[in-house]
């Protein structure tokens, strides 16, 4: 198989969800996101079941390895945008993605083993201090009056020398129901352990 001829066969303009699909490499300055129809059909039947559809995590090593050369050979690190939930069992990924975690205690542990990290909150959690808001989400907008695209970000989730750890508030379905109530209840503040404001739930 020619993997180079395969990737860029592969490449398509889309306007599907570039989180979903970039942890195979996607490229959030040109909205480039790979078909996952290029990858055969077992890994894909893996992915279902793994629950993580996209996730480089699920492809072996040797491939990625493959796959990861030819996009970066057209592809600087700068422009990916990459993450994965395998991170734990993929060290292979590290140059390339950042690890998506649900919880503080995984972005704890990933941190600990040097990955840049991606959190994702609930409702009403404390952001670790040591972490940012994605200027991309709804909470950061709702404080600032602005947003920045994947595109445009000054702390793009790509993996690098420069280890980062971002933070996000679910965003899933009945996630804005909650974050309603919540300002009904008086709570309408995204804080850091130290109390300091960083997002507001629902726009002041
Ligand atoms: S931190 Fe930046 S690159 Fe990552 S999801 Fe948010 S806006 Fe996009």
């Given at each position: 198989?020619?993997?180079t001829k395969v990737i860029w066969r592969g490449l398509s303009?889309?306007?599907?969800?570039?989180?979903?699909?970039?942890?195979?490499?996607?490229?959030?300055?040109?909205s480039l996101v790979f078909e996952l129809s290029l990858i055969p059909t077992a890994i894909i039947e893996a992915w279902d079941e793994y629950n993580a559809p996209g996730d480089a995590c699920m492809i072996p090593p040797g491939v990625w390895t493959k796959v990861e050369r030819a996009i970066l050979r057209r592809y600087a690190l700068e422009f990916w945008l990459a993450y994965t939930h395998g991170w734990d069992g993929a060290p292979h990924l590290q140059a390339t993605h950042v690890a998506s975690v649900n919880s503080r205690d995984k972005a704890l542990e990933a941190r600990g083993m040097d990955w840049s990290v991606f959190e994702v909150l609930d409702v009403g959690a404390p952001m670790s201090s040591q972490s940012a808001l994605c200027p991309g989400s709804k909470e950061f907008s709702n404080k600032r009056g602005f947003k920045i695209g994947c595109g445009s970000c000054p702390m793009a989730c790509n993996a690098g020398a420069a280890k980062k750890w971002r933070a996000v508030v679910t965003h899933g379905n009945g996630d804005a129901s909650r974050k309603a109530a919540a300002n009904r209840r008086g709570n309408n503040e995204l804080m850091n352990e130290r109390g300091q404001v960083k997002g507001l739930y629902v726009a002041a």
């Amino acid at each position: 198989m020619n993997v180079t001829k395969v990737i860029w066969r592969g490449l398509s303009k889309s306007n599907r969800d570039v989180c979903l699909l970039a942890s195979i490499g996607g490229n959030s300055k040109t909205s480039l996101v790979f078909e996952l129809s290029l990858i055969p059909t077992a890994i894909i039947e893996a992915w279902d079941e793994y629950n993580a559809p996209g996730d480089a995590c699920m492809i072996p090593p040797g491939v990625w390895t493959k796959v990861e050369r030819a996009i970066l050979r057209r592809y600087a690190l700068e422009f990916w945008l990459a993450y994965t939930h395998g991170w734990d069992g993929a060290p292979h990924l590290q140059a390339t993605h950042v690890a998506s975690v649900n919880s503080r205690d995984k972005a704890l542990e990933a941190r600990g083993m040097d990955w840049s990290v991606f959190e994702v909150l609930d409702v009403g959690a404390p952001m670790s201090s040591q972490s940012a808001l994605c200027p991309g989400s709804k909470e950061f907008s709702n404080k600032r009056g602005f947003k920045i695209g994947c595109g445009s970000c000054p702390m793009a989730c790509n993996a690098g020398a420069a280890k980062k750890w971002r933070a996000v508030v679910t965003h899933g379905n009945g996630d804005a129901s909650r974050k309603a109530a919540a300002n009904r209840r008086g709570n309408n503040e995204l804080m850091n352990e130290r109390g300091q404001v960083k997002g507001l739930y629902v726009a002041a």
